[in-house]
């Protein structure tokens, strides 16, 4: 499977942008990139997803690189409770259904 | 609707214990899951199903078993506690194939001593 890098750890001040990284250089043609988050003493919880173009939601925004190796999570203005882990990653529908995750990055919010 | 509900909550057991851990879900998913997750890191897929009477083994599938009798409860079997098995215990669903997103319970956190 290809993997992704991600930075361990983000800090960010409420009500400002963030953009969080992801490095897939590995990438395939079938690889959707995924994005979930994870709140403190929760479940995950699914974000976003693209394949090569940039998409939106109202939770956030996906910008895919265009030769797709790299990814930004951008979250438009911060509040306390975005903080939480936040992973990319790449899901290969050929693969089936599931979701390997790495280490993520803690988004730390501060007031 | 509920979502994914998993219980219990909290548990310690003794090691060579047994126990149950029970998911359940609303949505009609196909699709069910178990994870783990250690201290500071990922989850980890134990065993997975993509529908009533059919499961397949994930990542980490030692010491655990599993069964899927209808379409909403996707139970984990532990049969003998180990100290390694301590970890929270996610289980997800989702619709199925293809891009649909997975989701979460909140969680069993057992200890195992």
């Known amino acids: 499977d290809a993997k992704t890098t991600q930075p361990n750890s983000m800090e960010s001040n409420e009500e400002e942008p963030v953009h969080l990284p992801c490095n897939h250089s590995?990438?395939?043609?079938?690889?959707?990139i995924h994005w979930y988050r994870q709140l403190p003493s929760q479940g995950p919880e699914y974000v976003i997803h693209?394949?090569?173009s940039n998409v939106n939601n109202r939770m956030a925004s996906l910008a895919i690189a265009e030769d797709r190796k790299s990814s930004t999570l951008i979250l438009h203005r911060a509040t306390l409770r975005d903080a939480a882990v936040y992973y990319c990653i790449l899901r290969d529908l050929d693969a089936g259904n599931m979701l390997t995750f790495g280490g993520g990055t803690r988004l730390m919010v501060k007031p | 609707n509920a979502g994914v509900t998993q219980t219990p909550k909290f548990r310690i057991l003794k090691i060579g214990q047994s126990m149950t851990l029970q998911c359940t879900q609303d949505?009609?998913?196909?699709?069910m899951y178990w994870y783990r997750q250690d201290p500071g890191m990922g989850l980890k897929l134990i065993y997975y199903s993509v529908g009533a009477g059919i499961t397949d083994k994930g990542e980490v599938p030692n010491g655990y078993n599993v069964s899927r009798s209808t379409t909403e409860d996707f139970p984990l079997r532990l049969e003998l506690a180990a100290p390694s098995q301590t970890s929270v215990y996610f289980c997800a669903s989702s619709y199925g194939v293809g891009n649909q997103p997975q989701h979460f319970g909140d969680g069993t956190r057992l200890s195992i001593l």
């Open positions: 590995t990438i395939s043609g079938t690889d959707y």
């Open positions: 693209g394949l090569t």
């Open positions: 949505m009609n998913h196909n699709y």
